[in-house]
C-alpha cells in the first residue's frame, strides 16, 4: 500500500459523523482483499474480519480507528444564506472563507462567510465570530436554494490533499482516516504472516460526537482484547512540550486508568525489543478516544491506545508525518503475530498474590 494516494482518497471522501457512507466505501474496497469477511452493522460501523491460525474457539483482538469526521450542519435558511452549527467539535476561528459542499438535494459548492471587518465595532474586531454570525452563501438566488437545501442538510469542507517536504501531509479529516490507513497497512502486512488470533478491523462511527459507534460496535464483537488508534497533539508553536510530541517519531502509547497497565507493559516491551519508535502519553482520566467506550463494555476489555501525532486537530487542515502511519501499521501487525494463546492469562490482575 503506497501510504499517501491512500491517505489522499480517505481525506477526500465525506463521512461527517453519523452520514459515513462515503468514507466507508473507500474503507470497504480496501479492506475486501485484506481479510476473510466482511460487513457493516446497524450503526454504520465497518467490521473486517481476518481470521487466525488457532484451533477451536480462537481469541479475538479489535483493532478500532474511527472514520468519521467533523463538519457543519444547515439549521436554518435566511434570504438565500445558510445558517449553520458544528457537528462534532468544528473550530469556528478558522472557518470564514473557507470552501465547503453542501450535501442537499444535489452537491452544492460554497463558502463560509461572515460580515466584513469594516462594519463592525471596535470590540466586535477583537472578538472570535460567533456560530450565529456565521453562514454559508452557495451564489444562488433563494428559491433555488430552498428547492435543493434543507435544515438538516450536512456541510462537508472541501480541501485537497497536499505534500510537504519529508513525507509530511497536510489534509482535512486526518483525524481519523490516518490511523484507518495504519489499520489498513497492518492487514496489509499480516497477509503472508501466520497468527493465532482473530482479527476484528473497525472502522469507527459517530465518534466525534460521543464514540456512539465502538459501544455498538464492541457490544456486537465481543472482544477479548482491543486496540484503540485515534490522533494526539502534534508539536507546534504555542502548544506546551508536556502536552504535545514530535512528528515523525512514532505513535504515543496512552499510560493511565483508561488502559489496561499490562497490556500497555505488554506493548512497551515488544517495541523497545523490536525498536519500534514511540512515547509514552499519560492520559490520567477518560481519554475521549474509542478506547473508553471499548474498556467499559460489556465485562470489560483489556485495551490499549496509540495515537498519532498530528498539528491543528480539529482544524480544516491537519498535518502529520506518514512516517508516523507506517511504524504504527508495522507495530500492529508485529502485536497480532506475537499474541499466542495463553496471552490473556498474562494480563490477570493477580490480586491475591498482590495481598499476600
Known amino acids: 500500500m503506497q501510504v499517501i494516494p491512500f491517505l489522499r482518497e480517505l481525506s477526500a471522501a465525506t463521512g461527517i459523523a453519523g452520514r459515513e457512507h462515503g468514507v466507508r466505501t473507500v474503507v470497504q474496497e480496501a479492506w475486501r482483499p485484506l481479510v476473510d469477511e466482511i460487513r457493516e452493522d446497524k450503526l454504520g460501523n465497518l467490521i473486517a474480519l481476518k481470521r487466525g491460525s488457532g484451533s477451536g474457539q480462537r481469541p479475538r483482538l479489535m483493532l478500532a480507528a474511527h472514520m468519521d469526521e467533523v463538519g457543519l450542519v444547515v439549521t436554518g435558511i435566511d434570504s438565500g444564506f445558510l445558517r449553520i452549527a458544528p457537528v462534532g467539535g468544528a473550530d ?69 490533499l497536499l505534500e510537504l517536504q519529508n513525507r509530511r501531509v497536510a489534509a482535512k479529516a486526518l483525524d481519523d482516516r490516518a490511523c484507518v490507513a495504519a489499520v489498513t497497512m497492518a492487514l496489509e502486512q499480516l497477509g503472508p504472516v501466520r497468527h493465532t488470533w482473530d482479527i476484528l478491523a473497525v472502522a469507527t462511527t459517530q465518534e466525534e460526537i460521543g464514540l456512539k459507534g465502538a459501544t455498538t460496535a464492541t457490544y456486537g464483537i465481543g472482544p477479548d482484547l482491543a486496540i484503540a488508534l485515534d490522533v494526539t497533539f502534534g508539536a507546534q508553536p504555542g502548544a506546551a512540550d508536556t502536552d504535545t510530541f514530535p512528528l515523525g517519531e512514532g505513535p504515543t502509547l496512552g499510560i493511565g486508568p483508561n488502559f489496561h497497565p499490562k497490556f500497555t507493559d505488554y506493548i512497551r516491551q515488544l517495541a523497545d525489543r523490536h525498536e519500534f519508535p514511540y512515547h509514552i502519553e499519560a492520559t490520567p ?4 478516544t474509542d478506547a473508553w467506550a471499548i474498556q467499559v463494555a460489556l465485562e470489560g476489555i483489556p485495551t490499549a491506545l496509540l495515537s498519532l501525532p498530528i498539528r491543528y486537530m480539529h482544524q480544516p487542515i491537519e498535518l502529520l508525518d506518514t512516517q508516523d502511519i507506517e511504524r504504527t501499521g508495522r507495530l500492529l501487525a508485529t502485536i497480532i503475530a506475537e499474541l499466542d494463546d495463553g496471552f490473556l492469562s498474562k494480563l490477570a490482575w493477580d490480586i491475591g498474590a498482590e495481598d499476600e
Open 285 to 288: 482520566g477518560v481519554s475521549g
Open 92 to 160: 469556528r476561528r478558522v472557518l470564514p472563507g473557507l470552501e465547503v459542499v453542501v450535501h442537499g438535494q444535489r452537491d452544492l459548492p460554497g463558502i463560509v462567510a461572515t460580515r466584513p471587518p469594516h462594519v463592525l465595532s471596535s470590540i466586535d474586531r477583537q472578538r472570535t465570530i460567533p456560530w450565529d454570525k456565521l453562514f454559508v452563501d452557495v451564489g444562488l438566488p433563494e428559491a433555488t436554494v430552498r428547492q435543493n437545501v434543507a435544515v438538516g442538510d450536512l456541510i462537508s469542507i472541501q480541501a485537497n
